[in-house]
């Protein structure tokens, strides 16, 4: 009952028509308590052939009319009011998200400043002249430590 | 598709385009935190040392006054280089937003010139979190009107790391120069907002900009404009009640000349409350050079730090 609880909340709050029609109707074509609300299999043929005249829109609402006898053929149109909401409903949902999404990606940016992360950038010297001529750096990296030395010695002369 | 989906779809695009924007902003801005050291190999002392520099662009007071680290770093350059001390000659905080531009430091002091120029080549960018500038040094020394090329050189430097080149003047004393790239997470933390250079400012004629005092017509030592020569210096009276709490350290003011070369104004960058009122003191009595500028002489703004060191008592 929960998933028919389910594709119900779908057919009346997702605006997409596409995606609630064959969502419904796999689930309709599938699911053993909506059969056995119906009449017969024969009634659930004839409302889904009869969703093809009336696409998606207003099928659960027949396959919920057939469930009560009293209004089994009522057509009920959706009200602007309803379609308002499930407008509303979808661009919060989504806006949500994205903003769960970009919180997420910022504080991980920000990062936590205690954990070490391991890195492929590591320090390299491409080019190194001392007094226009080419040199050989003197490299001194301290163990653990996210300094790096480096002296450029000038000929015959060192630190 | 329907009116309601065309703008409920234009919307989620402008959303996510607004994003990704803000986020590659952060990512092309980024900031090297440069400091520049006097290695000192035997005992000399020098109670203070003046240095007078490029303004110092872009700069935000807070900056400077957050940044934490310069003790240890100036006593790890001591311990690795066998030096007496390490002394602090200049600091500043360096942005850029255009890779391939260079931004250049003059730092003028016991009459030695000496710039430093650093030009970024590429950002490798692995992570959002572990990025690489791939930067172009050129420290040159200038006397008269020969220049030295002391150092020239390209490295690579992971972010969060320190990179320290050291290296001698025209006449052997040695010199460090210290670049630490900030994370995408400091930079936004000291500049949340980012700071405007003279290029961006719109104001044009001098290579690395010129940006004029509003009411002076001074203009701010940036790039091409060097930052004047000292002809006339007083030595700052180091403050007894600094001397008995023991503080010592370096102050840096932001000076302005007039076209005489005079001092007109002075202002706090960088703060040691009971050293700044005998720095400033001491700078308004400084005489530089005139500044001539397009043919004429005018007032120059740079800035200048003043080194207070207590005598130690085995020296």
């Known amino acids: 009952m929960k998933a028919c609880k389910f594709y119900q909340s779908v057919f009346r709050y997702s605006p997409f028509l596409s995606l609630k029609d064959w969502a419904v109707r796999r689930h309709l074509e599938r699911c053993g308590a909506c059969n056995q609300k119906l009449a017969s299999r024969e009634e659930l043929a004839s409302l889904l052939s009869l969703a093809n005249i009336y696409p998606g829109e207003e099928l659960w609402t027949r396959v919920e009319a057939a469930w009560d006898k009293a209004s089994a053929t009522a057509y009920r149109p959706v009200s602007s009011g309803l379609k308002k909401r499930r407008w509303i409903l979808a661009a919060s949902s989504l806006s949500l998200l994205a903003a769960l999404g970009l919180f997420y990606f910022f504080l991980l940016r920000s990062g936590p400043p205690s954990r070490p992360k391991a890195t492929t950038l590591t320090f390299q010297i491409l080019r190194f002249y001392v007094k226009d001529r080419p040199a050989t750096p003197v490299i001194y990296k301290p163990f653990g430590s996210k300094m790096i030395f480096i002296w450029a010695p000038s000929p015959g002369n060192n630190p | 598709m329907s009116l309601q989906k065309k703008i409920f779809a234009l919307a989620m695009s402008l959303f996510f385009l607004t994003a990704l924007r803000a986020n590659q902003n952060d990512a092309t801005f980024f900031v090297i935190k440069l400091r520049f050291y006097e290695g000192l190999r035997t005992v000399a002392h020098r109670p203070s040392v003046a240095v007078t520099s490029s303004y110092l662009n872009p ?257």
């Open chain 2, 59 to 315: 700069l935000l007071t807070a900056n400077i006054l957050a940044a934490v680290g310069q003790a240890e770093e100036s006593k790890q350059i001591c311990r690795v280089f066998n030096l007496i001390d390490a002394r602090l000659l200049a600091e500043a905080d360096l942005g850029w937003d255009i890779i391939g531009e260079t931004q250049t430091h003059v730092l003028r002091f016991d009459s030695r010139e000496i710039s430093v120029a650093i030009t970024p080549i590429k950002t490798r960018l692995l992570t959002s979190l572990d990025s690489a500038h791939q930067l172009r040094i050129a420290v040159a020394e200038q006397t008269g009107l020969e220049k030295l090329t002391l150092l020239d050189t390209e490295i690579i430097i992971p972010v969060k790391n320190t990179a320290v080149l050291g290296f001698e003047s025209r006449d052997g004393f040695p010199y460090f120069l210290s670049l630490n790239p900030l994370t995408p997470g400091e930079t936004r933390k000291f500049f949340p907002e980012r700071p405007t250079t003279g290029k961006k400012a719109g104001v044009s004629g001098v290579i690395g900009g010129v940006i004029s005092a509003e009411k002076t017509g001074a203009v701010m030592a940036v790039g091409e404009i060097k930052p004047p020569k000292l002809i006339k210096k007083v030595e700052p009276v180091y403050p007894e009640v600094a001397k008995k709490a023991g503080v010592q350290g370096i102050v840096i003011l932001e000076a302005e000349t007039d076209a005489e070369g005079n001092i007109v104004r002075t202002k706090v960058l960088r703060s040691i409350p009971l050293l700044d009122q005998a720095a400033i003191d001491a700078v308004r009595q400084w005489k530089y050079e005139p500044a001539i500028i397009d043919g004429k002489p005018k007032g120059v703004i740079f800035t200048v730090t003043v080194n207070f060191r207590l005598e130690q008592e085995n020296e």
